[in-house]
């Protein structure tokens, strides 16, 4: 996360002092009365690395809210955003880095912007079933992952020389892979109950909108066992000649029998 140079930090003593004098209802608005800009932001980075986030998200809203011009006020629009997706709010942490896109387009960490976006959407919170049983990124949200991948792929587009731009390549390949095994999942549904038309369409699916991901060989397996169950012998003959060509005379033997049992 970027962010302005270190201040020379008076924050912890501003903070004792204030708590001392105004007693036990001293409130953060109390704390910060009278306080710069770059004093309270101080305060409110403090917070953040010590990973107080919901004091960190108050005194960033203070500060934007009271001096609502300048550099501490912009810092603190994108700060609020990280502080937001660390405390696992993500709906807030997505609004936060959006209003920060829409009001600093031109700033210097709006790159940063969408890779936080990215980065949100790829983060997926987990659930009592998944500290159970480990679940493939392939069984969640399609939607969300999608999501994700268009969020990163906006920074390698618009910002090819990025610092963000490298892991945002590496986690579009991977949200590929996994979108594609997703698709794939649902099509070796369709082919347990026999459904062999939406078993084939679902891995043409896969073929025409990931190539090269993991996913293809399965893709072409679960076609060549729905053609050969629908009778077209052209389609199947296709199938297996692509995968033979690609994967060898083994990838290609496969049997709908084998496949249930």
Known sequence: MRNQAPLKSFALTTLILSVLLGGCSTTATDITEGLSASEIYVLAKEYLDDESYTLAIEYYEILESRYPFGVYATQAQL???YAYYKY???ESAIAAADRFIKLQP???????AYYLKGLINFGLPESIIDKIHQRSVADYDQKRMRQSYQDFEVLVNRFPDSEYAPDAIKRMVFLRNQLASSEVKVAEFYLGRKAWVAAANRASQVLKQYQGSDSIKRALQIQLLAYQQLGLQKLE???????VLNYGEA???VSLDAEQS
């Open 79 to 81: 700060d609020v955003a």
């Open 88 to 90: 696992d709010e993500p």
């Open 106 to 112: 031109r700033h210097p960490a709006v790159d940063y």
């Open 237 to 243: 003959q296709d199938a297996r000649r692509i995968l």
């Open 251 to 253: 990838a290609a033997d």
